[in-house]
């Protein structure tokens, strides 16, 4: 299985890397479009600013080499929000295959943004979810959230419900850090390779 994930100026892409190999997978880390295109399953993945990230993706043609993509893909944290319709954080325009927006938390003092560390998920849909069960524990890190809509597969709280996963057609994506969360986040990545 050739698995490709999206080289562009992303913080956490070696730490998806090393979850790979750990489930047996050696990735190509590649910003090619042949490669990309050619891949039996991408990840998008994403730490950092949504409107500098844009623009970066659009100057080089990413943009469009993601929107292209027909396998399987899985977007992470900022490559989840960057696959939606606009963001609040640096007011840009994003992917747009999600039609939402994402939100900048406001919240009470007593929650401390940006949301960080472990939390539960529930209400699970579609077989990425098919090795885990509802209230599990992932790690999140996020200043920016995603409100629940029709393309929610999974949610968390803080304090409010909002969207801990998204699917549709191809495409899908977690806020939390599937990478950085153990088992739960291994059995989460191996149920997207084996889609």
């Known amino acids: ?10 913080g956490n892409i070696y730490s998806v890397v090393h979850a790979l190999r750990r489930l047996g997978v050696e990735p190509v880390v590649t910003d ?5 295109s ?3 399953k991408v990840i998008f993945p994403g730490v950092g600013e949504a409107s500098t990230t844009m623009e970066y993706l659009k100057r080089t043609g990413l943009d469009q080499v993601i929107l292209s993509l027909k396998q399987p893909v899985l977007g992470i944290c900022l490559g989840m929000q960057l696959m939606c319709h606009h963001s609040e954080e640096g007011d840009v325009d ?3 295959l ?3 927006e994402v939100k900048r938390f406001d919240l009470p003092r007593e929650y401390k943004i940006p949301h960080m560390g472990w939390n539960q998920i529930h209400d699970l849909k579609t077989p990425l979810f098919g090795n885990i069960r509802e209230n599990d524990f992932v790690y999140f890190v996020h200043g920016y959230y995603v409100p629940v809509c029709t393309e929610t597969i999974a949610t968390s709280d803080y304090p409010a419900p909002f969207s801990a996963a998204l699917h549709k057609d191809n495409f899908y994506a977690t806020q939390f850090h599937p990478e950085k969360s153990g088992d739960i986040g291994s059995a989460i990545l191996s149920g997207f390779l084996s889609l």
Do not use: Q, R
Not at 1 to 10: C, D, E, R, T
Not at 32 to 36: F, I, M, V
């Open 32 to 36: 090619d479009p042949e490669a990309l």
């Open 94 to 96: 994003c992917l747009g």
């Open 98 to 100: 999600f039609n939402v």
């Open 1 to 10: 299985m050739k698995v490709a994930i999206v080289k562009y100026n992303a």
């Open 38 to 40: 050619s891949a039996d």
